[in-house]
């Protein structure tokens, strides 16, 4: 029996660590994992990062590394397409396709950013759901620190900070800049 999780996130992740531990040296089933990342993001610690309390270190975890064991395989790739009706998961990655093959299917992908039809959010905003995300939020700041030293007589506009959300994200994210500055 062959396993595919698709998703390197916390459904993800820990649906191999389960499957894994409940399987473990049972040989009954072969456990994959696919993401397009090889690493696993702690994301409720990217408030932190993007306003450098926390270095990228400490919330990146290689997916190699969280399951330090046999039984199973890591494919690192971005999912194209799922066919159904034949159990085939289509990958891509750097131009190279792959055919991963399944007997039982978990899709763990992840989410997106919504922006509750906010006017200007999506065109505007800074999302918050990557490490890439958190850098450039990160040097964002630092400009407007910078833009703010050189132009003193302006540095309530370049000073001044929106943060479009009130759920934990944004909560947090408040706390830390406001630490920050």
Same mark, same amino acid.
């Given at each position: 029996?062959?396993?595919?999780?698709?998703?390197?996130?916390?459904?993800?992740?820990?649906?191999?660590?389960?499957?894994?531990?409940?399987?473990?040296?049972?040989?009954?089933?072969?456990?994959?994992?696919?993401?397009? @990342?090889?690493?696993?993001?702690?994301? !409720?610690?990217?408030? %932190?990062? &993007?306003?450098?309390?926390?270095? $990228? #270190?400490?919330?990146?975890?290689?997916?190699?590394?969280?399951?330090?064991?046999?039984?199973?395989?890591?494919?690192?790739?971005?999912?194209?397409?799922?066919?159904?009706?034949?159990?085939?998961?289509?990958?891509?990655?750097?131009?190279?396709?792959?055919?991963?093959?399944?007997?039982?299917?978990?899709?763990?992908?992840?989410? @997106?950013?919504?922006?509750?039809?906010? !006017?200007?959010?999506? %065109?505007? &905003?800074?999302?918050?759901?990557? $490490? #890439?995300?958190?850098?450039?939020?990160?040097?964002?700041?630092?400009?407007?620190?910078?833009?703010?030293?050189?132009?003193?007589?302006?540095?309530?506009?370049?000073?001044?900070?929106?943060?479009?959300?009130?759920?934990?994200?944004?909560?947090?994210?408040?706390?830390?800049?406001?630490?920050?500055?």
């Amino acid at each position: 029996m062959k396993i595919v999780i698709l998703g390197g996130g916390f459904g993800g992740v820990y649906t191999l660590k389960y499957l894994h531990k409940f399987f473990h040296n049972k040989k009954q089933a072969k456990l994959v994992l696919v993401n397009k @990342k090889n690493y696993f993001i702690f994301t !409720p610690l990217l408030h %932190e990062v &993007a306003t450098g309390g926390v270095s $990228i #270190d400490n919330v990146l975890e290689p997916i190699r590394k969280i399951i330090k064991c046999c039984d199973f395989d890591f494919v690192h790739g971005e999912v194209e397409k799922i066919d159904l009706e034949n159990k085939v998961v289509y990958v891509t990655k750097e131009k190279e396709n792959y055919n991963v093959n399944y007997d039982y299917l978990v899709v763990a992908l992840g989410s @997106k950013t919504n922006y509750y039809n906010i !006017p200007g959010a999506k %065109e505007y &905003a800074f999302s918050l759901k990557t $490490i #890439d995300d958190a850098i450039k939020l990160k040097n964002h700041l630092v400009y407007m620190f910078e833009l703010a030293s050189l132009y003193s007589e302006k540095a309530n506009k370049y000073l001044t900070f929106v943060i479009v959300g009130g759920g934990a994200t944004g909560i947090e994210l408040a706390g830390e800049m406001s630490d920050l500055f």
